[in-house]
Every structure is written in C-alpha cells, then in structure tokens.
C-alpha cells in the first residue's frame, strides 16, 4: 500500500526552526519526485519545495523561500524539510506528495499524487 506520513509539525515562535519528515513506504522511493505543499486557512494548496529521484532540488522554479532545505534519505526511505527562520505567514498544514521521476515545473498540486494527511506548522508568540 503507498504511504506518505507526515511529521514534524508543531508550535514555534517566529524565528524558530521544524524540520518536517515524509516517510515513505509500500513503492521504491528512489523512483519519484517529492514535493512538500502548504495550504493556510482559506488559501490554495501551494508548493514550497520538490525534490527528483536523483536529488536534485527545484528551489528558483518553486521560489522555496531560502529559510527552507529539501533533502531525501533513500536508505530510510524519507524526505525532510528543514524550515528555518519562520514567520508567522508560514502556519499552514504542510503535505507532501509523489510524482514520478521529476518534479514539475509548474509546481502544480495537481501533477503530484498520494498525498500524506499533512502535519500542522504554527508559527506564533
């Protein structure tokens, strides 16, 4: 069964740091692309960070705010995100999701699949 969970969230005060996880289990992670989406109360679902099967990272196409690093660790099968210097404009529920091989261009929620439930960032004094 494909799986995509989620962890890491929290509460944090603005200049803080989370490094979210996304595990994955049931496909061969090395096979896809991840991408880590936020969606804030009553706005679209966005895309802040993708990473392709072979590591490499999309950071000018999906404007990724340079406070957040996308990494991936295929011998543990998970996808991390480490978000520094947070804002409060960063409290969203953040999801990852799958996509064969490369991320897309567009960034799109659309082009990705398997979305994990999401795991809650507040940022707040």
């Known amino acids: 069964q494909v799986q995509l969970v989620e962890s890491g969230g929290g509460l944090v005060q603005p200049g803080g740091s989370l490094s979210l996880s996304c595990a994955a289990a049931?496909?061969?992670?090395?096979?896809?692309?991840i991408g880590w989406f936020r969606q804030a109360p009553g706005k679209e679902r966005e895309g802040v960070a993708c990473i392709n099967s072979r590591g490499y990272s999309l950071d000018y196409t999906w404007s990724t705010p340079e406070r957040f690093s996308i990494s991936r660790d295929d011998i543990r099968n998970t996808v991390h995100l480490q978000m520094n210097s947070l804002k409060p404009e960063d409290t969203a529920i953040y999801y990852c999701a799958r996509r064969r091989e490369y991320c897309s261009i567009s960034g799109s929620p659309t082009d990705f699949e398997s979305w994990g439930q999401g795991t809650q960032v507040t940022v707040s004094s």
């Open positions: 049931g496909f061969t992670l090395t096979d896809y692309a």
